[in-house]
């Protein structure tokens, strides 16, 4: 069964710092694209970062450039995303998913079609 799996949210205060971890089960994630994109409550999912298979080509989000960083670990079958400078509209759920498809399309959200449960991320004082 193809799983994707995200940890590391939680509670933390506006310029704090929080890693997410993204790992698969089922599949070898280093042969595709992931992405991280985060829904908050009464807004649309939108992009966050994605990564291509090799982890050469990292992207963001105007939103998060300079703030979050993508990585992965192709050995241990896990993404990662670095968030610092957590501000307050950094709040939502975030979810990876893995572009299942070969090639590289991007953050483009209609690509990605296996999902993670998604963590939940809080900046507040």
């Known amino acids: 069964q193809l799983q994707l799996v995200e940890s590391g949210g939680g509670l933390v205060q506006p310029g704090g710092s929080l890693r997410l971890s993204c790992a698969a089960s089922?599949?070898?994630?280093?042969?595709?694209?992931i992405g991280w994109f985060r829904q908050a409550p009464g807004k649309e999912r939108e992009e966050v970062s994605c990564?291509?298979?090799?982890?050469?080509?990292?992207l963001y989000a105007d939103s998060v450039k300079g703030r979050f960083t993508i990585s992965r670990d192709n050995a241990k079958n896990r993404v990662y995303l670095q968030m610092n400078s957590l501000k307050p509209e950094d709040t939502a759920t975030y979810y990876c998913?893995?572009?299942?498809?070969?090639?590289?399309?991007?953050?483009?959200?209609?690509?990605?079609?296996?999902w993670g449960q998604g963590t939940q991320v809080t900046v507040s004082s």
């Open positions: 990564i291509n298979s090799s982890g050469g080509i990292p």
């Open positions: 089922g599949f070898t994630l280093g042969r595709y694209a």
């Open positions: 998913a893995a572009d299942m498809d070969p090639g590289f399309r991007a953050c483009v959200l209609s690509a990605y079609d296996q």
